[in-house]
């Protein structure tokens, strides 16, 4: 009998301790789900404003280039950049999306179907995923409006625009879509081991190679190389707005750069996007100190123009790999990309590639160098396999953009003709003048 009520005793006693331990049990259950709620939360918002802050990049491009060029194509400038980050925004969601990310498993490209979104209201489409859809899609979207900029610049001052629209629906919609495919999007470049943190290859360079071969089919701009081998300098129209340009890509590159390390809803992932930031900001500034202290001994008066370009090829070189390198390793990444600009520049001209804004050096030839320069601190990569990267990235968008443009030239013409040339495109192809009051035959009134 004894033993009879110690069992029914011991029976109660566990009972009652499991119901006491339920609402624990539940609580520790409840307590999981906020965390991952939490940490969907910050990582979408991670995605958003980065999102934003790399949109704000097109205005930067936009200062940069109306302030390079001079006052007759301002205008031309200004519609080419909107217009171009607006179709960037359409292809990517009507294809390059899903050409880039879904489906790809180790191969070549995803299917080239348009985006479907959650509905709303709902937290994502992918039940694994620790972030709402439609803010990865924004967030690059954002990049691949970026690659098109690159291109806008090099191509200033004699491009029609339709040509130029035309080709940035290929490079958004398929070209960079197929090359960000290869590592971003699970295929087989990232099997292989490559590495490319934020984009030096997959963005930038890949931008500098559909410009390079934009720039060779087009020509010179008329006057700007003698038949001697002479340069003749075109400045800008405004070095303010050109400065004011420089400084928002600068503000832009922290949402390019942090934001790729695509999670902050951890300590140790907001520990690493702060690490982004400050190697980010020391890249851009060695690149600047670089570029002044060149020309000043080179050419024994400062190039304003080479410290803005300066401070974007130090961007463009620590964005293969923003988060491993120690200070003076990004001081010394981005001091050489401030090296790359000061020698390329003059290069390009006495090849008689005649490239407005610089872009070609900033970001292709920049851009190569930071991929490159990645196994110095990330002991993940191989200079082998970075080599290999970029050289089939390289060789993919260098075929591709020249036979696009090769097309648009055979058959619509990518050229203004020499009278319109000298009249500026804001008058022949826009309509509109940035500065009527000191256009040609026009008076102040």
């Given at each position: ?21 339920q609402p ?15 940490q969907n ?14 949109m ?14 001079r ?28 050409l ?29 995923a ?54 971003w ?9 490559f ?25 010179a701009?008329?006057?700007?190389y ?15 707005l ?42 851009a ?7 002044i ?20 090829a130090?961007?463009?070189?620590i ?29 390009l ?13 900033v ?7 930071g991929?490159l320069?990645v ?14 990267g ?11 953009s020249g036979?696009?443009?090769g097309?648009l ?37």
């Open positions: 009998m004894r033993l009879r009520n110690i069992f029914t005793g011991a029976a109660a006693i566990g009972a009652l301790s499991l119901l006491a331990a624990t049990m539940a609580q520790d259950a409840a307590s999981t789900e906020a965390s991952v709620d939490v939360i910050f990582n979408t918002l991670l995605f958003l404003i980065g999102g934003f802050l790399v704000w990049m097109a205005a930067g491009f936009a200062m940069l280039e109306a302030g390079l060029v006052s007759k194509n301002v205008s031309m400038q200004c519609v080419k950049n909107i217009g171009l980050y607006s179709v960037a925004g359409i292809m990517y969601w009507l294809i390059g999306y899903n880039m990310y879904s489906g790809v498993d180790g191969g070549f490209f995803g299917a080239p179907t348009p985006v479907s979104f959650p509905e709303a209201g709902a937290a994502t489409a992918d039940p694994d620790n972030y709402a859809a439609a803010s990865d899609w924004f967030f690059q979207m954002v990049f691949c409006a970026t690659t098109a900029s690159i291109v806008s610049g090099t191509l200033a001052e004699r491009i029609k625009l339709w040509p130029f629209l035309i080709f940035t629906i290929v490079l958004t919609g398929i070209l960079y879509p197929i090359t960000g495919a290869w590592q999007g699970g295929g087989w470049l990232s099997e292989r081991g590495s490319d943190f934020a984009g030096s290859t997959l963005v930038h360079s890949v931008g500098g190679w559909a410009a390079l071969t934009g720039a060779i089919l087009l020509g701009r008329k006057g700007k003698g038949p001697g081998g002479e340069v003749h300098p075109m400045p800008g129209s405004s070095i303010p050109a400065t004011l340009g420089t400084f928002i890509l600068w503000l832009g590159w922290f949402g390019f750069n942090g934001a790729s390390q695509l999670a902050i809803g951890t300590v140790s992932d907001a520990a690493d996007v702060a690490r982004i930031f400050v190697n980010t900001n020391l890249a500034a060695a690149g600047v100190v670089v570029a202290v060149l020309t000043q001994v080179i050419y024994k008066k400062v190039d304003v123009t080479m410290a803005l370009n300066g401070a974007l130090g961007l463009v070189s964005t293969a790999e923003p988060l491993t390198p120690s200070v003076p390793a990004a001081l010394f990444i981005g001091a050489v990309g401030g090296v790359i600009v000061v020698f390329t520049v003059p290069l001209d006495k090849l008689k590639i005649d490239d407005v804004v610089g872009a070609i050096p970001h292709l030839l920049a851009g190569i160098w991929t320069i196994p110095l601190t990330n002991d993940g990569a191989s200079y082998a396999t970075q080599i290999f970029i050289a089939a990235i390289g060789i993919f968008t260098l075929l591709a036979l696009v443009w097309i030239k055979a058959s619509l013409g990518i050229r203004v003709g020499e009278e319109e040339e000298a009249l500026g495109l804001d008058k022949v192809e826009i309509g509109v003048e940035a500065y009527p009051e000191f256009g040609t035959g026009s008076q102040r009134i």
